[in-house]
């Protein structure tokens, strides 16, 4: 995919299209007839204010919820410490992964304000189960699901320098708001530099430091809460992976 489109204006909501709940959310044709399920499927864009809990690890998973804005941070209780786990960003899924678990494996957390479609597992199951195309529209769906996950795993948590690490971070970060219909060379980096390095398992101080060696190389530019990357190729040439092709 092409990192195109990096100065047009950030949409408010993730387009429909590009939103990973779309191959579910769309008309199927059942004998010659067209069916939309999303009225009785899909909760559009609840809201849900900054820091607000969406959901907390141990709690009855009665829903899966894709972003269309703002962004989560998940969390996880391991060995009595809470940990960073991921972070997701508008157009990307949560817990589509886990559509047979009883219950939430991790915490979400809102890192801004922001709104969730919210379709129910027990309605999308049955669906699923009465309707070959959409079970196979859902399997299609998780199993890409799964390979993302897969490939941010590696991409983030291989046998890397810590520098190379945060440089992966925000090449990761870029690839999957590319994926999500946004400029991968122009985002908000809305979690803390505590979280990222939570989630790194590095120290706060080591992230600090290394964005700003990555900005004295020129790496990326950051302004606050915005990450520019003046060159994708040249950031993808340090992490040594091509993830984002030239447009």
């Given at each position: 995919?092409?990192?195109?489109?990096?100065?047009?204006?950030?949409?408010?909501?993730?387009?429909?299209?590009?939103?990973?709940?779309?191959?579910?959310?769309?008309?199927?044709?059942?004998?010659?007839?067209?069916?939309?399920?999303?009225?009785?499927?899909?909760?559009?864009?609840?809201?849900?204010?900054?820091?607000?809990?969406?959901?907390?690890?141990?709690?009855?998973?009665?829903?899966i919820?894709?972003?269309?804005?703002?962004?989560?941070?998940?969390?996880?209780?391991?060995?009595?410490?809470?940990?960073?786990?991921?972070?997701?960003?508008?157009?990307?899924?949560?817990?589509?992964?886990?559509?047979?678990?009883?219950?939430?494996?991790?915490?979400?957390?809102?890192?801004?304000?922001?709104?969730?479609?919210?379709?129910?597992?027990?309605?999308?199951?049955?669906?699923?189960?009465?309707?070959?195309?959409?079970?196979?529209?859902?399997?299609?769906?998780v199993?890409?699901?799964?390979?993302?996950?897969?490939?941010?795993?590696m991409?983030?948590?291989?046998?890397?320098?810590?520098?190379?690490?945060?440089?992966?971070?925000?090449?990761?970060l870029?690839?999957?708001?590319?994926?999500?219909?946004?400029?991968?060379?122009?985002?908000?980096?809305?979690?803390?530099?505590?979280?990222?390095?939570?989630?790194?398992?590095?120290?706060?101080e080591?992230?600090?430091?290394?964005?700003?060696?990555?900005?004295?190389?020129?790496?990326?530019?950051?302004?606050?809460?915005?990450?520019?990357?003046?060159?994708?190729?040249?950031?993808?040439?340090?992490?040594?992976?091509?993830?984002?092709?030239?447009?």
């Amino acid at each position: 995919m092409a990192c195109s489109g990096s100065n047009k204006e950030e949409p408010k909501y993730v387009a429909c299209d590009v939103c990973r709940l779309s191959p579910i959310c769309s008309p199927v044709d059942v004998g010659g007839h067209t069916y939309d399920f999303t009225g009785k499927m899909v909760n559009r864009r609840h809201y849900f204010k900054k820091g607000e809990m969406i959901f907390k690890q141990g709690e009855q998973a009665r829903l899966i919820f894709a972003i269309s804005a703002g962004s989560l941070k998940l969390t996880a209780d391991v060995k009595g410490s809470k940990r960073v786990i991921d972070f997701r960003i508008p157009g990307e899924l949560v817990d589509i992964c886990s559509l047979n678990e009883g219950v939430y494996n991790y915490s979400a957390h809102a890192l801004e304000d922001i709104y969730l479609c919210e379709i129910g597992k027990e309605t999308l199951n049955d669906i699923a189960s009465q309707i070959p195309e959409v079970q196979g529209r859902l399997m299609k769906v998780v199993s890409q699901e799964l390979t993302n996950i897969q490939k941010s795993s590696m991409l983030l948590h291989g046998n890397v320098s810590s520098e190379e690490k945060i440089a992966a971070f925000i090449l990761n970060l870029a690839w999957r708001y590319l994926n999500s219909g946004y400029s991968c060379t122009e985002f908000k980096l809305n979690m803390t530099r505590t979280d990222i390095a939570d989630f790194l398992g590095l120290s706060k101080e080591t992230v600090i430091r290394l964005l700003k060696k990555l900005q004295k190389n020129h790496l990326i530019q950051i302004d606050g809460k915005r990450v520019h990357i003046p060159d994708i190729n040249d950031l993808q040439q340090f992490v040594g992976i091509e993830l984002i092709l030239p447009s």
